[in-house]
């Protein structure tokens, strides 16, 4: 299998360059050059580009030499799809989006509501963690770190950093954790700072949307359900105060 | 990459000024002191200091940009320190070296030093840049310094999530310019708390000292003289904590210095004696 181009159907969605599995294949380069060469024939592309790397190892230096490729295309670079931390890192490092393979796939796929993504490790401060279904991180969320999910978030651990839950406006969505001492939470378009006061020892809280505002309670003793329907907003900005305080 | 036998351990912060140079210098004295040979590598290469706190500034006659080049050995460059004979210094070069080192460079050289010493220490230059990565990419393990503040310590946080995605491991914590009547007060993070977040093993403490400032100064480190100085002590203690003896940790709650302990360090410090 050799590296494949796939043209975006829609002008509005990001182009993909599949990189074939990373034994047995030319280098990178190579691969690279002849996905686009094949393409020339076809017409000239522009916008966005997902890089599907597999199991590629790409440091900073080879990931700006497939951009520099890619330049003269009029494509852009936009987000990097990796199984090896070392890659999201670089790309990460580069300004892209980084990400790794279960999120694109169900993404570009369109397999309608992806379920559950499970974490392992601690988020550290400058990482970021995107889920396009519901996320749940076992380990710790720095302060610095950002998590952001499409469904609930739920951290097995400590939540210390910023986290926004239904980021594409599900205003059902909640915030979970083992310990919640958030610097900033978000859920859909609400935003709250953290409360001062440390959370009493033992108790896993939860952030929900009530009436616009974020509020923090015990967390309820059952799982959030996957299959919710999302449930979007018709409205936008409406009644929804752009900072509240927790109460 | 490296033999067998010799640690190969990065220093480094993230943020600057914690000390890490500091502990480079200390550390590496009194690993030599503990019997084995040691080399200290200055991959500051922007900002070089570290043969400045060894003492050794006016003794460089090469450095490692002429051992990347081959146009000396390596025995040429290495400065050997003048009390303590089994600490080498390999100098930074100059600063263009910036531009063109690349972290195999730096794999070459430390190879080349694991080959003839038990510890290599490496020096990181401060933030997560390429000079950093250089710096990481010869190095096996890792001590993250850091001081009890936000700041420090949101950096040391970043530092560690790359040293992981490096897969440099063991990764030990140095929590540097403790002070236990701050923490004891609660003005100041606490080893607890620090420790918490980091989620890393402490390898030492080391608490504020004025003396440092002085020993920095006169290209002395600490640890090469016998003083009763409390952050020499927290270096010593360190030093045999890598090298696998069980050192407990100091507690800062139990350092809260009475008057007179206080009065005779102002006397040492203003008098030089004892």
């Not at chain 2, 002191?33 to 200091?49: E, I, K, Q, S």
């Not at chain 2, 010593?236 to 206080?262: C, F, H, M, Q, T």
């Amino acid at each position: 299998m050799a590296a494949a181009l796939i043209p975006a159907p829609d002008p509005r969605l990001p182009h993909l360059l599949r990189l074939p599995p990373a034994r047995g294949a030319a280098s990178l380069l190579e691969e690279v050059r002849q996905a686009l060469g094949e393409q020339e024939t076809v017409g000239p592309l522009r916008g966005e580009l997902i890089l599907l790397a597999g199991d590629w190892r790409l440091p900073l230096p080879e990931l700006r030499a497939v951009q520099a490729l890619l330049e003269p295309l009029g494509l852009a670079l936009s987000r990097v799809c990796s199984e090896l931390p070392e890659t999201r890192v670089a790309a990460a490092a580069l300004g892209l989006i980084a990400e790794a393979p279960a999120q694109a796939t169900a993404a570009s796929a369109g397999e309608g509501e992806p379920g559950l993504r499970v974490h392992r490790g601690t988020l550290r401060s400058g990482e970021h963690l995107q889920g396009e279904g519901s996320l749940l991180l076992l380990g710790d969320l720095n302060p610095g770190a950002r998590i952001s999910a499409v469904g609930d978030i739920l951290v097995w651990g400590r939540l210390r950093g910023v986290a926004h839950a239904g980021c594409q406006g599900d205003e059902a969505a909640r915030i979970v954790a083992l310990q919640l001492r958030p610097l900033q939470l978000r859920i859909a378009d609400a935003v709250a700072r953290g409360p001062q006061e440390r959370p009493a020892p033992g108790l896993a809280e939860q952030a929900r949307l009530v009436d616009g505002v974020i509020r923090i309670d015990p967390a309820e003793p059952v799982c959030p359900p996957l299959e919710r329907p999302m449930r979007l907003r018709t409205s936008l900005g409406l009644n929804l105060p752009r900072r509240p305080g927790l109460p | 990459m490296t033999s067998a036998t010799a640690r190969t351990i990065l220093i480094c912060s993230g943020k600057g000024g914690v000390g890490k140079t500091t502990l480079t210098a200390n550390l590496g004295i009194a690993l030599a002191r503990l019997g084995h040979p040691v080399a200290v590598l200055d991959a500051d290469f922007g900002l070089r200091n570290l043969d400045l706190l060894l003492g050794l500034e006016n003794r460089i006659v090469y450095t490692a940009q002429e051992v990347l080049s081959e146009s000396c050995r390596l025995e040429q460059a290495l400065v050997r320190h003048k009390q303590e004979p089994n600490l080498s210094l390999l100098p930074a070069g100059n600063p263009r070296m910036l531009e063109w080192l690349t972290p195999e460079d730096m794999q070459k050289i430390v190879a080349q030093l694991a080959e003839r010493f038990d510890y290599v220490l490496i020096d990181a230059p401060a933030g997560v840049e390429q000079g950093f990565r250089n710096a990481a990419a010869a190095a096996r393990e890792a001590i993250v310094v850091t001081n009890p503040e936000v700041s420090a310590v949101r950096d040391a946080d970043r530092v560690i999530g790359l040293l992981h995605s490096m897969e440099i491991s063991p990764v030990q914590l140095v929590l540097n310019r403790v002070r236990p009547q701050m923490m004891a007060n609660q003005e100041m993070l606490s080893v607890d708390e620090i420790t918490e977040m980091l989620a890393l093993p402490l390898l030492g403490l080391v608490l504020e000292d004025q003396q440092v400032i002085v020993s920095t100064n006169r290209g002395e480190p600490l640890t090469l003289g016998d003083v009763a100085s409390p952050a020499a002590k927290g270096y010593r203690n360190i030093a045999r904590r890598l090298d696998g003896e069980n050192v407990p940790l100091l507690d800062p709650s139990k350092e809260r210095r009475g008057l007179r302990a206080r009065l005779l360090n102002k006397l040492r410090q203003t008098t030089g004696l004892f």
